[in-house]
């Protein structure tokens, strides 16, 4: 059964640091495409990194480029989203989702596989 678990989010204080995990399982996940998305209240959905299957390929929205950092490891089946300098803005549920086609995009439609979701809070 392939599944996609999420953790890592809580309350941080602006400025802090949060890493986020997502646990693969069904499925190896160096072979997909992972996307790390994000849906704050009252707003639609948005892209905030992924990367690539095999050379792994990253990116990040510009919101977060310089802060986030996206990486895997494979032995843990396991990708990670590295939040440092975080805002208030980036307070929203963070979602991780794969693609077998192994692409690196922010088009939610080509991702087949999507975790339940972890809250990022970020408060003083």
């Known amino acids: 059964q392939v599944q996609l678990v999420e953790s890592g989010g809580g309350l941080v204080q602006p400025g802090g640091s949060l890493r986020l995990s997502c646990a693969a399982s069904?499925?190896?996940?160096?072979?997909?495409?992972i996307g790390w998305f994000r849906q704050a209240p009252g707003k639609e959905r948005e892209g905030v990194s992924c990367?690539?299957?095999?050379?792994?390929?990253?990116y990040y929205a510009d919101s977060v480029k310089g802060r986030f950092t996206i990486s895997r490891d494979n032995v843990k089946n396991t990708i990670y989203l590295q939040m440092n300098n975080v805002k208030s803005e980036d307070t929203a549920v963070y979602y991780c989702?794969?693609?077998?086609?192994?692409?690196?995009?922010?088009?939610?439609?080509?991702?087949?596989?999507w975790g339940q979701g972890t809250q990022v809070t970020v408060s003083s």
């Open positions: 989702a794969a693609d077998s086609g192994g692409s690196c995009t922010f088009n939610q439609y080509v991702y087949h596989y």
């Open positions: 069904g499925f190896t996940s160096e072979d997909y495409g």
């Open positions: 990367i690539s299957r095999g050379y792994g390929t990253t």
